[in-house]
């Protein structure tokens, strides 16, 4: 592997490729570090030192900004409104019947529909900038925090601070393109994975100051069998086989090749866990803003979500959050796998799979297999969420706990990407690649 990427160093074009990766990103962690106008980054510090921090309303946010979030940086909100606007404008596509039309035309629709996601990145923002400050100017942000994290709490350092955040917000899109285009790809993911990253020594060296080096070394342990399970089920996949039929087109026959409809278990990603995470969030939320700031009594449904949904220890927040992953599998991979569209297709083509008819049993077949490997994936994931929360109970650790989650999906299937990409421009050039060094 070291060779494979001494090799990779070696050659020009994907050596300035590398670098141009590498600088990008320490830009990006840079402006995780540069506190936004009008806050008082000393306070901040302190608050953040006295360990009272949202506990599960924006541990994700937070996570996905690599921390920038409760440091009130310019990059504060990370690339959470661009992943938020990807999802709305794919689910869109459902509803909209002009989404769907730009999706299927190609390179040119695609451009269209990254142009909508871009502005309605730069709305969501705004809007999570405006929450995100009036929360810090209350204290709730920071754990109810009595130092004051906004000093001057003026209209106009107010809209200063919305307008940096959204800017912030602004580059960090514009950066992840920039990798996408002159880098190795997938850029916004090697952002998410950059943030998920710097995580990583902080949640561990907790572990190690607190419980010491038995559990560290534990801890450890569990964590290499949990990538290894996860990096099996990412690859895993059910491969449909597909027979094209050979057919005369002038002169020349085309067709009478062999293929496969490649179906993973894990569809679905790491969107679930964002949906489910985003619902718990809303509750909670409501419940901040509801509790009075007059010493009048607290009303009982704002109790009730403080006692069963504002943390991860509760096994009606454990339930409930496992629940909602798995019915939001299903219904992600719905609307993002259409058998019926699959199967019109072969047939337009002259395709069909092996011992089932073309048409509506084909459309059947490929829907009873989907509904099959769901469910393992549903739990899948399911379970890989319940981690974090386990260790939050087991050993005190918060909800970035590192080996489990979205932050170790994440890493897993980026870091896997990336290597396939890397490997691919290796094999142009007639390298072992990365993959079999």
Known sequence: MLSAFA?????????????????????????????APGVDYGNVQQCLAMGNTTGGAYDLVNLFSGGALLQLSVFALGVMPYITASIIVQLLRVVIPRFQELHEEGAQGQTKLTQYTRYLTIGLAALNATTVISLARSGNLLGNCPLPVIPDDSLFVLVVMIITMTAGTTVIMWLGERITDRGVGNGMSLLIFTSIAATFPSALGEILRTRGWGIFLGVCAIGLVVITCVVFVEQSQRRI????????VGRRTIGGTSTYIPLKVNMAGVIPIIFASSMLMLPTMLA????????SPVPGWVNWINTYLARGDHPVYMTVYFLLIVAFTYFYVSITFNPE???????????FIPGVRAGRPTENYLRYVLSRITLP?????????????????????????????????????????????????????????????
């Open 241 to 248: 086989p597909v027979q094209y039929a050979k057919r005369m």
């Open 377 to 437: 994936g549903a739990l899948y994931l399911g379970i890989l969420s319940m981690i974090p929360l386990i260790a939050l109970v087991a050993f005190g650790a918060n909800q970035n706990f590192p080996f489990g989650g979205p932050s170790l999906l994440i890493m897993v299937g980026v870091g896997l990407d990336t290597v396939k990409q890397i490997d691919a421009q290796l094999q142009q050039r007639h390298y072992e690649g990365l993959l079999r060094a």
């Open 288 to 295: 901040q803003f509801a509790m009075p700031d007059d010493g």
């Open 341 to 351: 569209e699959v199967s019109n297709n072969m047939k337009r083509y002259g395709g």
């Open 7 to 35: 090799r990779a160093f070696t050659t020009p074009e994907l050596r300035n490729k590398l670098l141009f990766t590498l600088g990008i990103i320490v830009i990006y962690r840079l402006g995780t570090f540069i506190p």
